[in-house]
């Protein structure tokens, strides 16, 4: 999502219950979602950043204006004492963490430490990074593994998460459009930019938005921080990674080896009206080439792009029309509870040790 650079954006310093739940959450109160925004652990040069934080809490929650995004959170509520798991939310190309209220919130309600990463770079307020293609690709997971660690060093979260049979930390990560592109590199898949100039020079007229987008990619990488044609981009897995849902996710790119060697589950989603990453060159290919064993797809009827963050209070301009909009006839409420309830099965089902 591409957002207009609007002040009011600036804000506060499907499926069946899983029959198998990985921990009990001992505060059996703790039905609300709290809410803070915690600064990331970086390197000395790197730019400032941020992720929101959502927890269980028995504290009462209100509707909090956060610009497009209210939150219906506990501000700095007092945390549960355990936590089932951390799940990572990575949005999508100049958007926000604040976007996806209703999958953080319902995770938070349902006993997860929920941590929405804030993409410096490739924010509604900043897209420097896109200019650098191989960077892009492999700065976006990094962000995410930082955001891991930043949790886990602080004794008064890293204390609460679950814990699986080898003693480490319950994690899993959800991401939408270049975000699902970045939980699927977590996973290990691993880009090739000269696959997407490819599919660009073939697929422009069917895939316009993303090809609008990535023009120039493929072809300038070498000067840019990219490998050479046919080589795989050097992204970083992160092990600590259980389970991913992918959402919409940018999928061309992968190297068709780099997919089928994904051992973690996955659930990938994607609306069958989604004109911004059509899923026949993205999601359904991704699944073409993953092991299916371990690996979902939903086509989700009627959905276009935006079908899995809220809908803003107001209209944000994108690469692919109004971020508000819907196909006619299309749910978007009632579509994000669905889905919402669906990321608690399938992270109960999977955040455990094989």
């Known amino acids: 999502m591409r957002a207009h650079s609007n002040p009011a954006l600036r804000v506060l310093p499907l499926v069946i219950a899983a029959t198998c739940m990985v921990l009990a959450l001992p505060a059996a109160s703790a039905a609300e979602a709290g809410f803070r925004q915690v600064t990331v652990t970086r390197a000395a040069g790197e730019k400032p950043a941020h992720f929101a934080l959502y927890y269980p809490t028995a504290d009462v929650a209100r509707v909090i204006p956060m610009g497009p995004f209210p939150q219906t959170v506990?501000?700095?509520?007092?945390p549960a004492l355990a936590v089932k798991g951390l799940i990572v939310i990575s949005h999508g190309t100049a958007s926000t963490e604040l976007g996806f209220a209703t999958l953080a919130q319902a995770l938070a309600r349902n006993g997860y430490?929920?941590?929405?990463v804030e993409h410096v770079g490739d924010t509604w307020q900043d897209q420097s990074m896109r200019a650098t293609p191989g960077r892009y690709f492999a700065e976006r997971p990094r962000q995410v593994s930082r955001v891991i660690d930043t949790v886990l060093a602080d004794?008064?979260?890293?204390?609460r998460i679950g814990q699986g049979a080898d003693g480490r930390p319950l994690i899993g990560a959800i991401g939408h459009s270049a975000g699902g592109y970045t939980v699927l590199a977590l996973a290990g898949g691993?880009?090739?930019?000269?696959?997407?100039?490819?599919?660009?020079e073939t697929e422009a007229a069917q895939d316009p938005v993303l090809c609008t987008l990535s023009r120039g990619i493929g072809s300038?990488?070498?000067?840019?921080?990219?490998?050479?044609?046919?080589?795989?981009?050097?992204?970083?897995a992160d092990p600590r990674v259980r389970a991913v849902m992918a959402l919409a996710p940018m999928g061309v790119a992968f190297s068709?080896?780099?997919?089928?060697?994904i051992t973690v589950p996955v659930a990938i989603y994607a609306g069958e009206k989604d004109t911004f990453l059509v899923p026949r060159f993205h999601a359904s290919w991704v699944m073409q080439n993953m092991n299916g064993a371990h690996t979902t797809l939903q086509l989700v009827p009627n959905a276009g792009h935006y079908a899995f963050m809220n809908t803003p209070t107001m209209n944000l301009p994108s690469p692919d029309g109004n971020v508000a909009a819907d196909p006619a006839g299309f749910d978007?409420?009632?579509?994000?509870?669905r889905l919402a309830q669906g990321s608690v099965a399938f992270f109960d089902m999977n955040l455990r040790q094989p």
């Open 74 to 78: 506990a501000i700095n509520g007092a």
């Open 113 to 116: 430490l929920v941590a929405s």
């Open 155 to 159: 004794p008064l979260w890293s204390s």
């Open 190 to 200: 691993r880009p090739v930019l000269s696959r997407l100039r490819a599919h660009c």
């Open 220 to 236: 300038a990488s070498a000067q840019a921080g990219g490998s050479a044609d046919g080589q795989e981009e050097p992204v970083q």
């Open 256 to 261: 068709p080896s780099s997919l089928a060697a």
């Open 332 to 337: 978007r409420a009632a579509f994000l509870d």
